[in-house]
């Protein structure tokens, strides 16, 4: 089953642990050399953080991808190809998972609920964000079930909008659920230093 694959390759990986302000953080290194950094809240165990590396085709590390997150910023991130900065009033899109369900958050997106069309597109195992004014358009993947091969449900989807903010929820299968409460328990055996340093102890 693709579950069990994705929590058994998860386990294997090498893993380094870091207490630090409240936060866990855990670093993966896979045998394929991809690497994946994950920060969790030590009191509520929520997921805060994950993002991915991967070494280029001649072995230079790649720059890290934000799957769950605030996006990454740093020198030159807001400039586009043109070197023209980047209007901050563009809508945002990030992901900010809850214990049972994955959320993403578009801000700046300043029209009322009713103008939005929020839906799955089993086809593509994606979902597709319209707006009727065709002002906004956005089709992004949940990779957490491309990686388990978990079908899409339409009826875990939903939708709101407030504060100029367009937010969507779909709520996890219990595959997914009983795979973070069977890593939690893996990542909390592993030993981290709470001043900052990296443990010696990987697993």
């Known amino acids: 089953m693709a579950v069990q694959c994705w929590i058994d390759t998860l386990k294997s990986s090498k893993k380094t642990a870091l207490i630090h302000g ?4 855990v670093h993966y290194l896979f045998p394929d050399g991809k690497e994946m950094a994950e920060e969790y809240d030590l009191n509520t165990d929520e997921l805060i953080v994950r993002k991915w590396r991967c070494k280029h085709t001649f ?16 020198p030159g991130s807001s400039l586009d190809s043109d070197g023209i900065k980047e209007n901050c009033s563009n809508p945002v899109f990030m992901r900010k998972d809850t214990k049972t369900s994955f959320q993403w958050r578009i801000r700046n997106l300043a029209y009322p609920k009713d103008v939005f069309s929020v839906s799955v597109e089993l086809s593509e195992r994606c979902i597709i964000i319209k707006t ?4 906004y358009y956005k089709k992004f993947s949940i990779p957490d079930l491309d990686r388990s091969k978990l ?4 009826s875990a989807l939903s ?9 969507i929820t779909y709520k996890k299968p219990k595959e997914i659920l009983t795979l973070e409460q069977e890593l939690l328990k893996e990542l909390k055996k592993l030993k981290g230093t709470g001043d900052g340093d990296v443990d010696c102890k990987t697993q």
């Open 22 to 25: 409240g936060i866990r953080k």
């Open 132 to 135: 009727s004014n065709k002002k």
């Open 151 to 154: 079908p899409l449900d339409s």
């Open 59 to 74: 072995g230079a590390q790649g720059t890290w991808q934000v799957e769950v997150g605030e996006p990454l910023s740093g």
């Open 159 to 167: 939708f709101t909008h407030t504060n100029n903010t367009l937010i």
